[in-house]
């Protein structure tokens, strides 16, 4: 009896000591088979009683031994995962591509002045990427986008402009519209430190009743002013079959432009879109009154802007994922 209760007490620091504690109480030699040997001495009316002790010993020192070795093995392995008190091992986190950097930038700023964000296929027929748009078959403009086709007749493309998302939009909402479409688009144009095979727009539409030119050109400084800070535009007269009339969009990097960026190349006019007020051959292409609605587009290409606020020399940076070029965006959000 007086054995039991050291066996419940027992404390054990290493599975040497567990293993010394079981060979002394179950082992071959150990106490619970003396007690055994010692039982045809007892006295028969005390052999119930005598025959109860030894049994309970003889459990109670195998489950102390389970135990304890069970806890000192579980404190071994979360030894061996390391010290637990230590500080953590800091995690390694990416970064934002420059691309999508940008990309949030002008969603930020269309946001706030009510624009949604919309987005379509990169692989279109005919009909969403240029003859809604006021380009049908044979338009000479269509040479001005070299497209990859996917399969001809019905034509398959991967599309030029994500004006093609602006189509979709319209034929699927009511205005007022606001949206702007941003997404990669792709033209067949060799590949050099300034051009790629594909690249990224944002293009944006506003259709209501009354917008007029001057809307569009308010809205243009107001996105060029948060985008560059301060800063001065031109629009040159140019021409887009969706668009009527339509200019193409400059902004002046220079000693005059308060901008919160140091530009790599000189000072100048450099042109950042195309724009202009939506045809109305397109608003009745996607079912919208052009008696009663009128609107403005404009894209612009994310990709140069990218490389301009960033001093980006080379163009095929932006797609060949070294990471030593792309953990220095880090703090760029
Ligand atoms: N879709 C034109 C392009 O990709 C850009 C543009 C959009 C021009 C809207 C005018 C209006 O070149």
Known sequence: KEHIEKVKAFKAETLEEVEAFRIKYSGKKGLVNDFMADFRNVPNEMKKEYGQVINKLKTEALEKVNALKEALERDEEAGATGDLSRPGEPIEIGARHPISIVKNQIIDIFSRIGFNVSEGPEIEDDWHNFTALNLPEYHPARDMQDTFFIQTNPDVLLRTHTSSVQVRYMENNKPPIRTISPGRVYRN???SGRSHCFFHQVEGLYIDKDVSFADLKQTLQYFTT????????????????????SAEVDVYWGLETETDYKMTKGTGWLEIMGCGMVDPNVLENCGIDSKEYSGFAFGM??????????????????????????????SAF
Do not use: C, W
């Open 189 to 191: 144009e060799a590949i």
């Open 226 to 245: 948060e985008m560059f800070g301060k800063s001065k535009i031109r629009l040159r007269p140019s021409y887009f079959p969706f668009t009527e009339p």
């Open 301 to 330: 290409g994310i990709d140069r802007i990218a490389l301009l606020l960033h001093q980006i020399s080379d163009i095929r940076m932006l797609s060949e994922n070294d990471v030593r070029f792309l953990e220095q965006f880090k």
